[in-house]
Nanobody
């Protein structure tokens, strides 16, 4: 059974940085997509970033985080990081890690993913 555990959320001032970690267990397939989505109170869950893993990694980003966030994978481990720099108050949300097939379709929608973590809260103060 696939399990995803997120960590690294917290309170940070605007302009600061955080690194989120997603540790996946129970993955039995060698190719997959791991993604980060976020959901603010009263809003729908939205795509943040994804990494499609085959023999290498292809990354995808939402326009709102491009240039500020970086998704990366620990080599030979089912662990994915989301490095978040230049954080803004509008980045405040619960961040969820997700896993889907390779390639996930659609990669930027929750429907493209099969497994989800419980989320980690990120709060950016102004």
């Amino acid at each position: 059974q696939v399990q995803l555990v997120e960590s690294g959320g917290g309170l940070v001032q605007a302009g600061g940085s955080l690194r989120l970690t997603c540790a996946a267990s129970g993955l039995t397939f060698s190719t997959y997509t791991m993604g980060w989505f976020r959901q603010a109170p009263g809003k729908e869950r939205e795509f943040v970033a994804a990494l499609a893993w085959s023999s290498g990694a292809t990354t995808y980003y939402a326009d709102s985080v491009k240039g500020r966030f970086t998704i990366s994978k620990v080599y030979a481990k089912n662990t994915v990081y989301l490095q978040m720099n230049s954080l803004k108050p509008e980045d405040t949300a619960t961040y969820y890690c997700a896993v889907g097939p390779f390639p996930a379709q659609p990669i930027d929608q929750p429907s493209g993913m099969d497994y989800w973590g419980k989320g980690t809260l990120v709060t950016v103060s102004s």
